[in-house]
């Protein structure tokens, strides 16, 4: 054993302690003794492919086209929506039954097979069971034994693949092998595989304009982004049928139609994007209230506590330990006095205690996960041990939504889905239930990558019911495709070191490309004392991310912005004030992922904003290097963001797309694609923003709720001459559901460059005026970068305290001007 390993089960053991210790060598021992019960395939059964074409019969949205041993429906959903069935999915997946658009693809016999056309795709199918998609995929008959299928697809030479939802492996997934199994790695770094949240989801770039294809199944499986063959994408699953989706590019279009299909993310409260602390555990109560002293003390602002597991009575969730939280009403309020909001943990597992409400409503109901004799499925976890909400259950799935409301009452504001893979103890073996165990919708081997998910739709359900005029706040360790409809999630228990770093901007991007727009990590790393140059530098990059905190394990440190002393201090609080200056571009961002599935953390190859706010995709055949770069990314469409990766650095180069951008801190113009050096002293990440962007930004307040709206700060990036470009700002009350507007801001400058227009167009929901949100701020402050010939750009500190010149203007101003 090495000493690295040796040192992961001494902390293990720390941690559960020994009774725990002894029932998971029991519990390792009993789940492989009962799924070696489970009868495996026989071992030299053949793979069947579909045989010859037979026959191809057109339909009103499609074509259905029989072969000698299968056949498959092809379906029109939209004219860029394809979906394609070889084998019925399960009833019990969580894909919506979409409706067909107003479609009418044609399909007719051509000599090479059945040709489907819509205003959009040109698709062949050709006699041997191979599908040809418009010049953007090729795939190959697919292959069945029993119930598992392989599925196959050709690769061009430079095709990339990002996705497959939470991975700890490049952006480009191309050359990787990759697990369709949620599982709890007890901690991380790069590399490793599976973790927490697959989704069988992913985007090709560098054929043509590129496509998304999404794979409707949740058994479990392995995607071989040609490891094995490098120019074979192969998809292997246990069972669940063969049902995919294909739409192609460009990628923001693409991402629009598949949370079309499997979900929109619902609009935050504002007090979510704000910064979270959290650690493994702050307790007791008077812990806690120190802690929102010393962020009041060292003008840090922030906007909820989380309370892990040490606040519960005994580990039993939905409980309080009253001897460490007497009063964890009179906590929230006092807390909400002070603009801070808690966040609650909760874990699926039932402590198996007759005394414990929640476990003897779960036995009377039978609503738990059960062993094939009937029993409840036990396991152990923090509280021994455990028995598991079957969620597959629409009734289950009811009773446990309506167990959040006791901690609603005692004024809690979110919930934190945690061991919901789901994990469990064990010293050996898979850490999660035995694939024999059953659900209402079958074994847990067939439903196990559901469980997060339905989980989460169980406590968002609850939550709507339970306090209809708040939004619900939920962020989960795990969940499956469609997760965005009711939970954020975030990276887990990575390491605390520099590579983890890194590696935490390449999975955030892979979760928004899987559709999971609203993700961030544990700043400073989880396992282990990042130290303070690293926990400043993390804490700069997740001020970016849509969910941002710290967190850390129960035998590290705390990782508090002033943990370190000065001068990280310092960097760390500017860090946060950044983000909350911010907050206008990034709750706009939100409204966005709301609106249209993108995420708010986005590659260099997202397709750049076009003319009037429409939009221009880089289609080539061979993606351009520079936006290959997976060490920085863009928040929203307009800032880009490059943290630092490297202990010791006070300066990096920075990877520019296509087109003008302007340094953030100095106002300097700088034009890509290429790459530029960027000065980053600690208390500094390198940013640009791009040309013709109007940024808003408010002065940093303590919290959300202690905002004074005193001013709103338009911070106006002229675009190149001759363009012109929209930029929109959203704005409501912060939480609920009422109006709402939505202002748009056009810059066009004209074909000289010297002059520049600023329109201030107000906007709103179609209706009666009375559903406009009110313009929120006393004051607006047009601010001009990018100092004209001759006079130098001044020096600047914080958003709010800007170079360049200033002007206040009012809704529906017209602007002209003078840039040189």
Same mark, same amino acid.
């Given at each position: ?36 019960? #489970? ?13 010859? @074409? *037979? ?25 860029? /929506? ?20 107003? *479609? ?45 299928? #392989? ?16 991975? @700890? ?16 790695? =007890? ?9 927490? /949240? ?16 999404? +794979?409707?199944?949740?058994? %479990? ?66 812990? *806690?209230?120190? /802690? ?78 059960? /062993? ?91 939550? #709507? ?11 989960? #360790? ?44 544990? @700043? ?15 804490? =700069? ?15 590290? %440190?705390?990782?508090? %912005? ?9 960097? @760390? ?33 997202? %397709? ?95 919290? *959300? ?11 106006? +990036? ?18 609920? +559901? ?57 020096? =600047? ?12 203007? =009012? ?10």
């Amino acid at each position: 054993m090495g000493q690295r390993s040796l040192k992961v089960y001494i902390d293990a053991l720390r941690i559960i302690g020994p009774r725990n210790a002894v029932l998971a060598l029991r519990y390792g021992w009993m789940q492989k003794a009962l799924d070696r019960r #489970r009868a495996p395939p026989p071992p030299d059964a053949a793979w069947v492919g579909p045989g010859r @074409a *037979v026959e191809g019969v057109p339909s009103r949205d499609g074509l259905l086209v029989r072969f000698e041993q299968a056949e498959v429906r092809l379906r029109a959903l939209a004219a860029d /929506l394809l979906e394609v069935t070889w084998r019925e999915p399960p009833a019990y997946l969580p894909v919506p039954d979409r409706e067909t658009d107003p *479609v009418s693809p044609v399909a007719k016999e051509v000599p090479g097979g059945w040709s489907f056309r819509t205003g959009e795709l040109a698709v062949l199918v050709t006699r041997e069971g191979g599908i040809l998609l418009d010049g953007l995929r090729e795939e190959l008959p697919p292959l069945f034994r029993g119930e598992e299928v #392989r599925h196959a697809v050709r690769l061009a030479p430079d095709e990339r693949l990002h996705g497959l939802g939470e991975r @700890a492996a490049p952006l480009d997934l191309r050359g990787g092998l990759y697990r369709l199994w949620n599982r709890d790695p =007890q901690g991380y770094g790069p590399g490793d595989d599976p973790l927490y /949240l697959c989704v069988p989801v992913y985007v090709s770039r560098g054929r043509g304009r590129g496509y998304l294809a999404f +794979y409707a199944n949740c058994s %479990p499986g392995v995607i071989d982004a040609g490891k094995t063959d490098p120019d074979i994408l192969e998809h292997r699953f246990e069972g669940g049928g063969l049902r995919y989706y294909v739409v192609p590019g460009p990628l923001d279009r693409a991402l629009e139609r598949y949370t079309e299909l499997t979900g929109r993310p619902p609009l935050p409260p504002l007090w979510a994007l704000g910064y979270h602390q959290s650690r493994w555990s702050y307790y007791p109560d008077a812990r *806690v209230r120190k /802690l929102a002293r010393d962020f009041s003390e060292h003008e840090v602002p922030v906007d909820a506590i989380h309370l892990d597991i040490h606040h519960l009575d005994g580990y039993r969730v939905f409980t309080v330990d009253r001897r460490r939280f007497p009063d964890l009403s009179g906590l929230a309020r006092d807390l909400r006095d002070q603009g801070l909001r808690l966040v609650v943990i909760v874990d699926p597992g039932l402590k198996v205690d007759r005394g414990y409400a929640a476990y003897r409503e779960l036995i009377q109901r039978r609503a738990y996960v059960s /062993l094939p004799d009937g029993r409840p499925a036990v396991a152990p976890v923090w509280p021994g041990p455990c028995a598991f909400p079957d969620f597959t259950s629409a009734a289950v799935r009811e009773w446990w939504g309506g167990l959040y409301e006791g901690l609603l009452g005692q004024g809690v504001s979110g919930f934190w889905h945690d061991m919901n893979e789901p994990a469990v103890f064990s010293a050996s073996g898979d850490p999660t239930l035995p694939r024999r165990v059953r659900h209402a919708a079958g074994d847990h081997g067939a439903v196990h990558n559901l469980y997060g998910l339905y989980m989460c739709q169980a406590g968002y359900a609850g939550l #709507r019911r339970l306090a209809p005029a708040r939004r619900p706040f939920i962020v989960s #360790r795990s969940g499956w495709a469609g997760l965005q409809r009711y939970a954020w999630t975030w990276t887990a228990d990575i390491r605390s070191d520099w590579p983890s770093l890194r590696q935490t901007v390449r999975t955030i991007l892979g979760l928004g490309l899987s559709g999971i727009p609203f993700s961030g990590s544990d @700043a400073g790393g989880f396992t282990g004392d990042p130290g303070p140059e690293l926990y400043v530098r993390w804490l =700069q990059a997740a001020a970016f991310h849509a969910f941002f905190r710290s967190h850390t394990s129960a035998l590290d %440190p705390d990782q508090e %912005p002033w943990s370190y002393g000065e001068p990280y201090t310092s960097a @760390a609080r500017e860090a946060v004030r950044l983000r909350y200056a911010l907050l206008p571009y990034v709750y706009t961002a939100a409204w966005e992922a709301a609106s249209r599935g993108w995420p708010l953390v986005r590659p260099l190859f997202w %397709p750049a904003p076009g003319a009037a706010g429409g939009r221009t995709a880089v289609e080539g055949s061979r993606p351009a290097p520079i936006e290959e770069a997976d060490d920085a990314f863009l928040l929203g469409a307009d800032l880009l963001v490059a943290p630092v990766l490297e202990p010791g650095a006070t300066g990096r180069e920075v990877p520019l797309p296509a087109g003008d951008w302007y340094d953030f801190w100095s106002d300097e113009l700088v034009t890509g694609p290429g790459v530029v050096w960027r000065e980053a002293p600690l208390e500094r990440i390198p940013l640009l923003a791009r040309a013709g962007a109007v940024l808003p930004a408010e002065d940093p307040a303590p919290s *959300v709720d202690r905002r004074t709206l005193d001013r709103l700060y338009l911070h106006v +990036y002229p675009p190149a001459a001759g363009e012109e470009r929209l930029s929109r700002l959203y704005s409501d009350a912060g939480d609920g +559901y009422g109006p709402y507007r939505v202002d748009v801001f056009r810059l066009r400058r004209d074909e000289s460059g010297g002059r520049l227009e600023f329109a201030w167009e107000e906007g709103g929901p179609a209706g009666p005026a009375d559903r406009r949100y009110p313009w929120p701020y006393r004051e607006t402050v047009l601010v001009l970068h990018g100092a004209p010939p001759g006079r130098p750009a001044r020096p =600047q500190s914080r958003v709010g305290e800007r170079p360049g010149e200033t002007l206040t203007v =009012q809704p529906s101003a017209r602007v002209v001007l003078e840039l040189g």
